[in-house]
């Protein structure tokens, strides 16, 4: 398993921006594809965006595409999550994950971060 810790995060008012962020120490970050998933009360944990080893190759949710967007900065063994525009149905605690990706899918590995809350709420 891959360490995570997850940053960022917290109340914000709809149409406002929050950037979550995602910290694997070591070096063998670059091996993996890392993704966001969220859940909600009530709900299933979903994918919600996913980035190949390299970058470039995304992966999002219909329900983000054009909102949220992820990157990864490998010298600094850190994920993101630039979430824009938020709307309060993006309310649910954000899981960062370490995976792969391959064949335009990602395949989620056991290696999870502990979750941040993220409530858009007015």
């Known amino acids: 398993q891959v360490q995570l810790v997850e940053s960022g995060g917290g109340l914000v008012q709809p149409g406002g921006s929050l950037r979550l962020s995602c910290a694997a120490p070591?070096?063998?970050?670059?091996?993996?594809?890392m993704s966001w998933y969220r859940q909600a009360p009530g709900r299933e944990r979903e994918l919600v965006a996913a980035?190949?080893?390299?970058?470039?190759?995304?992966y999002y949710a219909d329900s983000v595409k054009g909102r949220f967007t992820i990157s990864r900065d490998n010298a600094k063994n850190t994920v993101y999550l630039q979430m824009n525009s938020l709307k309060p149905e993006d309310t649910a605690v954000y899981f960062c994950?370490?995976?792969?990706?391959?064949?335009?899918?990602?395949?989620?590995?056991?290696?999870w971060g502990r979750g941040n809350q993220v409530t858009v709420s007015s």
């Open positions: 994950n370490a995976g792969s990706y391959s064949s335009g899918s990602y395949y989620p590995y056991d290696s």
């Open positions: 070591g070096f063998t970050f670059s091996s993996y594809a």
């Open positions: 980035i190949r080893t390299a970058g470039g190759r995304t």
